[in-house]
Every structure is written in structure tokens, then in C-alpha cells.
């Protein structure tokens, strides 16, 4: 398991809860699978698991498959689901999500 600090029961939880298209909830997920209490390190480390080609961001192509890696048989974002989660996440509107506004974004 990649969060191996997170519980398998939460995740999966997590991911049941959001499991057909439109119904992911950023706030709702990060609550589920127990990221929101999680400390600032482990925020960080989660980050850098979802930031895949290790740019320091989180892209848009990034954010659409974000599901997967807490599970690889969960299902990639909507469109609008993406760009929902896209636009709550960059506070500073250059299309992309640093690991400071991850952490806000986990801790919201």
C-alpha cells in the first residue's frame, strides 16, 4: 500500500463513498481516508506519491487519475470533477497544485 500509514478499511471506505462519476468531495475523501488528521511530513510524503513525474506540482492529468493512488481499480475523475478539485486546490492560479496548497487543501 503506498499510504501505508492510512487504514485500508478507510480508504476503501473513502472510495466507496465516492465511487460513481460526479461524486467526489475533496473534503469528504481527505476526512474518509484519514489524510485530514495526518501530520504536515506525511501530507508531504502523500504528495509526492501523487505528484508523478516529480515536478512539484500536481497537474491536471495528475489530479484525474488521484483515486488510483490510493487504489489501482479505483476510477479516474470526471472532467468536472478534476477541475472542481483543480481550481479549490490553486490558490494562486498557475494550473497547478504546489505541496503547500496540497496541505491547505488536506487541512480545509
Same mark, same amino acid.
Given at each position: 500500500?503506498?499510504?501505508?500509514?492510512?487504514?485500508?478499511?478507510?480508504?476503501?471506505? %473513502?472510495? %466507496?463513498?465516492?465511487?460513481? +462519476?460526479g461524486?467526489? &468531495?475533496? @473534503?469528504?475523501?481527505?476526512? @474518509?481516508?484519514g489524510?485530514?488528521?495526518?501530520?504536515?511530513?506525511?501530507?508531504? @510524503?502523500?504528495?509526492?506519491?501523487?505528484? $508523478? +513525474?516529480?515536478?512539484?506540482?500536481?497537474?491536471e492529468? &495528475?489530479?484525474?487519475?488521484?483515486? $488510483?493512488?490510493? =487504489? %489501482?481499480?479505483?476510477?479516474?475523475?470526471?472532467?468536472? &470533477?478534476?477541475?472542481?478539485?483543480?481550481?479549490?486546490?490553486? =490558490?494562486?492560479? +498557475?494550473? @497547478?497544485?504546489?505541496?503547500? &496548497?496540497?496541505?491547505?487543501?488536506v487541512? %480545509?
Amino acid at each position: 500500500m503506498v499510504f501505508a500509514d492510512l487504514k485500508e478499511a478507510d480508504i476503501t471506505a %473513502a472510495l %466507496a463513498a465516492c465511487s460513481a +462519476d460526479g461524486s467526489f &468531495e475533496y @473534503k469528504g475523501f481527505f476526512a @474518509k481516508c484519514g489524510l485530514a488528521g495526518k501530520s504536515s511530513d506525511d501530507i508531504k @510524503k502523500a504528495f509526492a506519491v501523487i505528484d $508523478q +513525474d516529480n515536478s512539484g506540482f500536481i497537474e491536471e492529468d &495528475e489530479l484525474k487519475l488521484f483515486l $488510483q493512488n490510493f =487504489s %489501482a481499480g479505483a476510477r479516474a475523475l470526471t472532467d468536472a &470533477e478534476t477541475k472542481a478539485f483543480l481550481n479549490a486546490g490553486d =490558490s494562486d492560479g +498557475d494550473g @497547478k497544485i504546489g505541496v503547500d &496548497e496540497f496541505a491547505a487543501l488536506v487541512k %480545509a
